[in-house]
């Protein structure tokens, strides 16, 4: 009877010790995937060209950490839908300037701090979706989900871009997982937890929006019965919170605040493809052609891409393909990790259809997650028992999605587009000199006054300056403006053509530089 205690100290040793080293591979495992990402979101944040709007949104965020106000001073908004944007910026939802102006403070500005956060969001994002898989369906289907989203394409460029889809994206998945890890310790709990992060990432972009739709979806889905008007009114205190504070803020100048939103519902990128954030709702089917062709058809195979990233295509089919087996074939329907990522796929889709008219690639963030988890469950269901065919599945897949980001990184466009055409007007130009270029060019000339970004070339101004810098963005919102404003098309075609000669040009710019 004396070694029996013995006995059940080994029998327990001997359970304890396989879990600890299955834990520990679990944890490398993901130590090595998140490592894997950064890697990769790293090199594209150092190779990547930059966004116009990269520059717009870092303005109000270095002020903010500078001097202590939310101004846009770079973008020119005289007489504009956004006069007003150089002391209150309300075009754009306010938590991302604050929290970059905060990485700003503790880090110093500049595009790769900027770009250092969104990476930072993409980990959040990767690891909340792991716990999002992980509560739903066993540690393998979980991991490789995860990888797919790790490693995709549009991910990567969404987590090494200086915007706040990713922080948008990652507090949404975070709040999803987080009601569905903590729900069955404390409904009270998870909805605290879960509507506090949906609410953040709403006050971040309005497509925060999904989130909060998610969890509604999910509330119904899986806790109708425990659900009650007092735990509604507990999820709604993160949004009253919200909202005072950002009204405090819009009340401190109401004409800008909503002239500003009003004017973003086609905004800048509306005015540059002639589309607005609504037509979806007037213009249902062809609205879904253009989600089809514009946000998913067109980003992974479509004629604005060179041929080393047109086997993105294959991705594309397996999303697509991942969400039609979901529906199709009743074994994986009745997953319950199935379930979960089709009713969210269904439900985003649907949003960004009929909600979101201007079918920007970069709110792929959003869905992309959803659809490789279908894709993983694909592949997972249809490779059982075949080990070598899903080795061979998710190797075909790496080799896609690294094939894409090494030829961005070969390509480097940072450094042989952009910085060479800052360096000839640093080179040809006099100390003062100004210059009127798209917003990524902040980065390089900074806020003394002496760059601003206006597509109008001093139209509404009248401001002459000695340097005038073209980009597609430019091109687009000109092209545009044929119809749209055509006096201005035709100010900006005679004052280059008079005033103006063409001095420098790569694949990515245009400099016109004012002969005296």
């Known amino acids: 009877m004396a070694s029996q205690p013995e006995v059940v100290d080994l ?41 116009a709007n990269e520059g717009w949104f870092a303005d109000p965020a270095f002020h903010l950490a500078t001097q202590g106000f939310m101004g846009t001073t770079a973008l020119e908004s005289s007489r504009t839908w956004l006069e007003g944007i150089d002391r209150h910026t309300y075009w754009i939802f306010p938590l991302y300037p604050l929290t970059e102006a905060a990485v700003f403070r503790l880090f110093g500005w500049g595009l790769l701090t900027m770009r250092a956060g969104s990476i ?58 987080a009601f569905l890890v903590l729900r069955q310790r404390s409904l009270r709990l998870a909805i605290l937890i879960s509507q506090t992060l949906a609410a953040a990432g709403l006050f971040t972009h309005p497509c925060g929006m999904l989130a909060v739709a998610g969890l509604v979806l ?42 500003q939103l009003s004017g973003n519902v ?18 249902p089917l062809s609205a879904l052609w253009r989600e089809l062709l514009y946000r998913y058809m067109s980003a992974f195979n479509g004629t604005s891409w060179r041929n080393p990233y047109r086997s993105q295509v294959l991705i594309l089919l397996l999303y697509w393909g991942g969400a039609m087996v979901a529906i199709l074939d009743r074994r994986v329907r009745q997953q319950k990790a199935a379930r979960l990522l089709l009713s969210l796929c269904i439900l985003y889709f649907v949003l960004m259809w009929l909600l979101e008219g201007l079918k920007l690639r970069v709110y792929l963030v959003h869905t992309i997650p959803l659809f490789a988890g279908l894709g993983a469950l694909w592949i997972w269901n249809w490779t059982s028992g075949r080990p070598m065919a899903r080795r061979a599945a998710v190797g075909l897949i790496l080799l896609v999605q690294l094939l894409g980001l090494g030829v961005g990184f070969w390509r480097d466009e940072y450094r042989n587009q952009i910085l060479p055409a800052a360096a000839f007007i640093k080179q040809h130009g006099q100390p003062g000199s100004s210059v009127i270029a798209p917003g990524q060019f902040v980065f390089e000339f900074g806020f003394d ?16 300056p000695d340097f005038y810098v073209r980009d597609s963005w430019y091109d687009n919102w000109l092209d545009q403006a044929r119809t749209r ?32």
């Open 218 to 259: 999910l509330a119904l889905q899986v806790d109708r019965s425990r659900l009650n008007w007092r735990l509604v009114a507990f999820g709604l205190v993160p949004y009253s919170i919200g909202l005072a504070v950002y009204a405090g803020y819009a009340m401190q100048d109401p004409q800008s605040f909503f002239r």
């Open 266 to 283: 086609s905004g800048l990128a509306g005015e540059a493809s002639g589309t607005t954030r609504f037509d979806g709702l007037l213009h």
């Open 449 to 464: 006054g002496r760059f601003v970004d206006d597509v109008r070339l001093g139209y509404l101004t009248g401001k002459v």
């Open 485 to 516: 404003e055509p006096s201005v098309y035709q100010h900006v075609s005679n004052t280059l053509a008079l005033r103006y000669r063409e001095v420098f040009h790569n694949e990515g710019y245009r400099i016109y530089q004012l002969q005296h």
């Open 120 to 177: 930072f969001w993409g980990l959040l994002a990767v690891s909340a979706f792991y716990l999002l898989m992980r509560s739903q369906a066993e540690r393998g289907i979980a991991a490789l989900a995860t990888l797919l989203v790790a490693i995709d394409f549009h991910f990567i460029i969404g987590a090494s871009t200086g915007r706040m889809d990713m922080m948008c994206a990652a507090l949404g998945y975070s709040a999803l997982a």
């Open 11 to 51: 029998a327990c040793q001997s359970r304890q010790t396989p879990n600890l080293a299955a834990r520990r591979r679990t944890a490398a495992a993901a130590l090595c995937l998140l490592c894997g990402f950064v890697a990769l979101a790293l090199g594209t944040a150092l190779t990547r060209t930059v966004a």
